[in-house]
């Protein structure tokens, strides 16, 4: 069976700092991802045992779990690659023309998302989806990984809003840290996401 790994970063761990502490980012990886992607193996073993055994007793629990850590693993493993040491400033091309149609421009897409990450009420993240049947971009509420969310949309670009984000070297102050981001989007990667994610195609008629 194919399992789920710890992908590594493309940079250093201290490699966004000061925006986001080294310390942080080894613990945020090493420990909370990490986590993520060895629940999600486990809970696949347990859906095999309990198939094997014939046992659903547990399969609600179970599918639960998947989809909170399968969830937790897929939107870090985005978070890291859309970071970069030498990000910020604004994209460019097809993606800039799609934010200027889709919010109106870019002022207005990062107030929305910051929004968004800010009023979280527990653990959750901010997205930026492509919605394949309006065809359109979407900003998402995320909460925990993997709840509140519109089926089919693609996470291009993610804000990890839990505690354990940020709250080492932010404290209270969460909204420093949502401000602090926009020094290290990578263009590049969440610009290719997008040109991947408008190829995907769901046949459902006249849906839009
Ligand atoms: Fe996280």
Do not use: C
Not at 73 to 92: A, C, D, M, Q, V
Not at 136 to 145: A, E, K, P, V
Not at 183 to 198: F, G
């Amino acid at each position: 069976m194919n399992r789920y790994m710890l992908p590594d970063l493309p940079y250093d761990f201290s490699a966004l700092e000061p925006h986001i502490s080294g310390k942080v980012m080894q613990l945020h990886h090493g420990k909370h991802h990490a986590v993520y992607v060895k629940n999600a193996n486990s809970v696949l073993d347990q859906l095999d045992e309990a198939r094997q055994k014939d046992d659903f007793a547990r399969l609600a629990a179970l599918e639960r779990a998947l989809a909170f850590n399968l969830s937790g693993h897929i939107l870090h493993s985005i978070f890291w690659r859309n970071l970069t040491p030498k990000g910020g400033e604004t994209p460019e091309g097809d993606l800039h023309t799609a934010i200027q149609k889709d919010f109106g421009g870019f002022d207005r897409f990062r107030k929305q998302l910051t929004e968004v990450a800010a009023t979280i009420m527990g653990s959750g993240w901010a997205a930026m989806v492509w919605e394949p049947i309006g065809k359109r971009l979407l900003i998402t509420q995320i909460y925990d990984h993997q709840s509140n969310l519109a089926q089919a949309g693609v996470p291009l670009m993610v804000i990890d809003a839990w505690e354990h984000a940020y709250y080492l070297q932010y404290e209270n102050r969460k909204t420093e840290f949502f401000e602090a981001v926009w020094n290290l989007w990578n263009w590049k990667d969440i610009s290719a996401r997008y040109a991947a994610a408008i190829q995907l195609k769901l046949d459902l008629g006249k849906a839009a």
